[in-house]
């Protein structure tokens, strides 16, 4: 009976939408200020391109916090038993931006920058890109990049060639983390 309970709590929880949420673009970027109940959360999602063999290529630097205290804040959800229920909100928001700038634009890789000192979010940010059922999909986690200014970890919808790879790290690690 337990694993039924778990079972259709994890389908609950990824059957939640936000109650309210607001996408606006600033700059090429794009943030949205979206509510759960009374917790509030920013939403980022910011275009980068690169060059490689004379093409065009785009990746997108994603990041998501809670509000606390009308103050953005590195803690990422609640403590409560909403847990799943506000991962769920945040994965399906990003989910369905994803698939809508797709139609807009070709995106090579989707990017999670963690800054040192905030390592505990590299296994919910990986969970998002192991999940066939739940992640962000149709991207999937190809690896990371550890530097100086912390991990970035990638997810692509193809598989990378060495140069890809080599290009993409390169990109990212000069730019590093620029939003929130």
């Known amino acids: 009976m337990k694993l039924f309970k778990d079972i259709l709590n994890i389908t609950e929880a990824f059957d939640t ?3 309210g949420i607001n996408w606006e673009s600033y700059s090429g970027n794009f943030l949205a200020k979206a509510h759960l109940g009374d917790e509030e959360f920013r939403l980022y999602i910011e275009p980068a391109t690169y060059t490689f063999q004379g093409q065009e290529r785009v990746w997108l630097n994603v990041a998501f916090a809670r509000v ?6 590195q803690e ?11 991962i769920g909100a945040i994965v399906n928001a990003l989910v ?4 809508k700038m797709g139609g807009e634009l070709k995106i090579d890789a989707i990017v999670f920058i963690v800054e040192k000192g905030q390592e505990k979010r590299i296994p919910l940010y990986k969970r998002l890109m192991l999940s066939k059922v739940y992640g962000i999909r149709p991207w999937q986690y190809r690896f990371s990049i550890d530097w100086f200014g912390g991990t970035a970890l ?3 919808k193809e598989l990378l060639t060495t140069d890809e790879y ?7 690690i000069s730019r590093g983390k620029s939003i929130i």
């Open 76 to 86: 990422l959800i609640n403590t409560g038993s909403n847990q799943s229920k506000q």
């Open 68 to 73: 606390v205290n009308g103050v953005v804040s």
């Open 17 to 19: 939408k936000f109650d």
């Open 96 to 99: 369905q931006k994803l698939k």
């Open 154 to 156: 990638i997810a692509s």
């Open 166 to 172: 080599t290009a993409l790290k390169n990109d990212v």
